[in-house]
């Protein structure tokens, strides 16, 4: 067992503000994780200043911090990152603003389902899978929408090639932009690219709430939602609200992936979302030479979990060049042809006959 939240939010509550309470009495510390490395535990940490000139101020005690939480034993790395309470500062409208009480449903009423793309970790090809799956339900004939929920790394824009601003002419109603045959919106598209977002989760509440009420959305089959990675705030809230009538899962055969991919399946069943299956990716790489497959993150081991927790198993896409150049290129591999072109078409057919679409 590696190091508690309890012995890490206890040190931090020795370190004193000149107003004579701590870090923690003062409810500063937000988004604390600790992963187990093979060297000890990672410890992550934003420490939220009420605004920019005091965050400014504060940075011997983020220092003093990190210093502290490494000084415990069993602690390998420490990052703490200091942000002011503000939100950034939007184009034309206040995104990220606290959420207005609401008891409108989420799911706007324009919108026929909604299918949610999520992972365990980061990095496993959700967005890749998200942007391609679009594109391949909107040349099934299906009308498709693009939500990038992934506010701590958008890569929508980028994915489809969109990176103009959103407008918002009157400051209430965001256009959405139409790449491919979809239309999208993503956060990145209201932000400042290089810029990290760190905010907490009432902030993130109000900017999923602009993002699904506010855009214009029109008329669609169905609305793919690109979820950042985990089980954060954005998905309990999108679960909870019952706006999601379908997850997929994705996930790369390595063990680490896995374990962390349960744990979003078993979120998801916990709030009752209906679970629509595992997508494996990076499945194989088969050497553009010699024909030869390598199982470069393992074999089997996503089929075995779909087996094992009763989830079909969608896909099994492989390490694919292509792929990766066309998702750089904002030109998802979805829109042309070929067998990766084919398998997202066969992936897209198989929830519109299974009526998930
Ligand atoms: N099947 C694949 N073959 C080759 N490269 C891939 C494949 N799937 C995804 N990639 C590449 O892997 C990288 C990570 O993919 P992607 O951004 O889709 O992952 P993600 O799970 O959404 O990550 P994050 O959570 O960080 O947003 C990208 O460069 C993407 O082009």
């Not at 069993?74 to 603003?97: D, F, I, N, R």
């Not at 979820?227 to 379908?246: F, H, K, S």
Request: hydrophobic residues 45%; charged residues 20%.
């Amino acid at each position: 067992m590696g190091i508690s939240r309890e012995i890490i939010l206890q040190r931090l509550s020795e370190l004193t503000l000149p107003a004579g309470n701590n870090l923690i009495s003062a409810d500063m510390v937000r988004a604390l994780t600790v992963e187990d490395s093979p060297a000890g535990a990672v410890v992550r940490f934003v420490i939220e200043a009420p605004n920019a000139d005091e965050a400014r101020q504060m940075e011997p005690l983020r220092a003093a911090s990190e210093r502290a939480v490494k000084a415990l034993d069993g602690v390998a790395t420490v990052q703490a990152a200091l942000t002011a309470h503000e939100a950034p500062k939007a184009p034309s409208l206040k995104v990220g603003g606290h959420p207005k009480p609401q008891t409108a449903p989420l799911k706007p009423q324009s919108i026929k389902k909604i299918i949610a793309v999520g992972s365990g970790k980061g990095g496993v090809g959700k967005s890749t899978v998200s942007s391609n799956l679009a594109v391949a339900l909107a040349r099934a004939g299906k009308k498709v929408g693009l939500l990038d929920a992934d506010i701590y790394g958008p890569s929508q824009p980028r994915m489809m090639g969109t990176t103009k601003r959103a407008a918002s002419p009157d400051g209430k109603i965001i256009e959405p932009l139409v790449a491919h045959g979809v239309t999208m919106m993503s956060i990145g598209l209201m932000l400042d690219e290089a810029k990290a977002v760190v905010w907490r989760g009432p902030m993130l509440m109000g900017a999923l709430q602009q993002m699904m009420g506010q855009v214009n959305w029109g008329e669609l089959d169905v609305l793919v939602i690109d979820l950042p990675p985990g089980t954060g705030d954005i998905q309990l809230t999108l679960g909870q609200r019952g706006a999601v009538d379908g997850a997929i899962v994705v996930s790369t055969p390595q063990d680490v992936a896995l374990l962390d991919a349960r744990k979003a399946l078993d979120m998801f069943m916990t709030m009752k979302t209906p679970i629509l299956g595992l997508i494996e990716n990076m499945s194989v790489f088969v050497c553009p030479s010699c024909g030869h497959e390598a199982h470069i993150f393992g074999h089997g081991g996503v089929a075995a979990e779909a087996t094992a927790l009763g989830v079909p198993l969608l896909a099994s896409l492989p390490i694919d060049l292509e792929t990766r150049l066309a998702g750089d290129a904002g030109t998802p591999i979805a829109v042309g042809q070929g067998a990766m072109a084919d398998a997202y078409a066969a992936l897209a057919q198989h929830l519109i006959e299974s009526g998930a679409v």
